[in-house]
């Protein structure tokens, strides 16, 4: 059974760990109201979609 031979150090163990991070999701703007939605979804503020209203919007 093999051993490592000697400790891995923090610089090798982050250089390994780079691209593990989680990625922000890309947002587009809604034109129907303006605001942050993701791409080629239903705007769930207004509920629209490509212009005319998909789904109702949803009450606070």
Request: proline residues 10%; aromatic residues 2%; contains cysteine.
């Amino acid at each position: 059974m093999g051993l490592p031979k000697r400790r891995v150090s923090k610089a090798r163990r982050d250089k390994r760990r780079t691209g593990k991070r989680l990625a922000a999701p890309a947002l587009t703007t809604c034109s129907e109201c303006g605001e942050p939605a993701l791409p080629h979804r239903a705007c769930p503020s207004c509920g629209a979609y490509k212009g005319r209203t998909v789904t109702p919007a949803e009450k606070e």
